[in-house]
Structures are given as C-alpha cells and as structure tokens.
C-alpha cells in the first residue's frame, strides 16, 4: 500500500475483553515499531520487529501486552485482559532498513482504544 | 531521568508571527534528533531531521530547526506562520547508544493559530 494503515481506527471494548490491534506496514518495509500514546503525551515505544523477529519488547508496560509479526508483514499488538488504563492511542511505523539511527520510520494513522 | 522535554504546551499566534518551539533532551553523546508533526485527523508525518552536519537544518513548509550540542536542544522555527500550520509538534531523540531506531518523544506542543 501507499502507506502504513492500521485497524481498526476505532476500538471500544469493556474492561477484562481482550482486543488485537492491526499494523500493516509499508510494502518492503522491515523494521516495525509500536508505539503507545496517551492523552496529552507523546508516543511512547513498546516493541519492534526487524523482519519477523522481535527485537525488542521493553516497552510493553506488563505481560497482557505482547506483539507478533509471524511472516514479517502484518503485525498484530494483542491486550489480553484489558483494563481502563490501556486506553490511548496505539501507532505503528515502519522503516525500510533494519536498526540504524538513520533511519526513517513512517507513522500509521493509529488506533484509538477506549476501554470502559 | 532521560527525557526530551519541550516547554509549551499551547501556543497561540496570529497568522505572520514568527514561531519559536523549544525542546531540550537531556541525552549526552551523540543524538539523532526530529520534529514530527500531526495536522487534525493525519498522521505522524517527519517535519525534519538531524543526524550530523550541519547543525540547522531545513524541513518542509518552510520549518527549520537549529542543533546547539552546548544547549542540548534542537529548537523548531518558521519566521512566518500560517492558519494551515496549526498542529500538534513533537520534538524526538534516538540516542547514540540505542542499537535500534526507539524514538523517545517529547509530550507535544500544541499550536493554534489565529486567522
């Protein structure tokens, strides 16, 4: 595709419910990052993929969070168990180069979840 | 702590006044250092970027953002604003020793400008 799309945009679900976020990066694109925003803060990362393998889960804030990317494409960040805290904004980027510091990454338009 | 941090929240201009955006980012060593910008209801999208050489830089839409190593800041300019450069602006760090492209984000400014 022409850019990074995520789905859904929108996701509303009750506290304890488990929710699947979708990232489909840029077409070629190799690494893939996800990112964590909430109110009135900027992005935070969570994890990111270089091809399938996770490189790095640091960020995922406990163990409901986990994230996989089984064919090196399509990535999808799971939230098992959710709770009110969770709600924030979910990015995605991707970046067409494994880790370097030169390297760009481009944002996905996000997933909004709201957790009653 | 670590931080990139920027000073305004909220920024209120009329149209043709200059634009200053502070950020500070408390990194030593070397840094890449970025300003991202999200228009109403777009994406993320890089405003511009640093990585070596020289310190200002020039970005799209006439923005241009200064590296001063002393300072440890990387402060975000536009001499003249327009009503469409209303946004929200994140000022962003990869440090030096990160073996991978984790972007550390400041908490955003927010810009409005009055017609």
């Known amino acids: 595709g022409a850019g990074v799309s995520q789905s859904p945009r929108y996701k509303v679900t009750k506290r304890g419910q488990d929710v699947a976020l979708r990232c489909d990066p840029i077409s070629g694109h190799v690494s893939l990052y996800w990112y964590r925003q909430a109110l009135g803060q900027g992005p935070e990362f969570l994890t990111y993929?270089?091809?399938?393998?996770?490189?790095?889960k640091s960020g995922l804030p406990n163990d409901r969070f986990s994230a996989e990317r089984p064919e090196g494409s399509i990535s999808t960040l799971t939230i098992q168990r959710t709770e009110q805290r969770d709600s924030a904004m979910y990015r995605c980027?991707?970046?067409?180069?494994?880790?370097?510091?030169?390297?760009?990454?481009?944002f996905g338009p996000g997933t909004r979840l709201t957790v009653l | 702590a670590q931080s990139v941090s920027q000073h305004n929240h909220h920024v209120i201009l009329s149209e043709a006044a200059s634009l200053e955006l502070g950020c500070n980012y408390s990194?030593?060593?070397?840094?890449?250092l970025f300003w991202y910008v999200q228009y109403p209801g777009q994406h993320l999208q890089l405003l511009l970027k640093y990585f070596s050489g020289d310190p200002l830089v020039k970005g799209i839409k006439g923005f241009e953002a200064e590296f001063i190593k002393s300072k440890f800041s990387f402060n975000l300019r536009k001499p003249s604003v327009q009503w469409s450069d209303t946004a929200e602006y994140f000022c962003?760090?990869?440090?030096?020793?990160?073996?991978?492209?984790?972007?550390?984000f400041g908490s955003g400014t927010r810009l409005s400008i009055r017609p």
């Open positions: 980027a991707s970046s067409p180069r494994t880790s370097g510091v030169s390297n760009e990454q481009f």
């Open positions: 993929f270089n091809y399938e393998a996770q490189q790095d």
């Open positions: 990194y030593g060593g070397t840094v890449n």
């Open positions: 962003a760090v990869i440090p030096g020793y990160s073996s991978a492209s984790k972007i550390i």
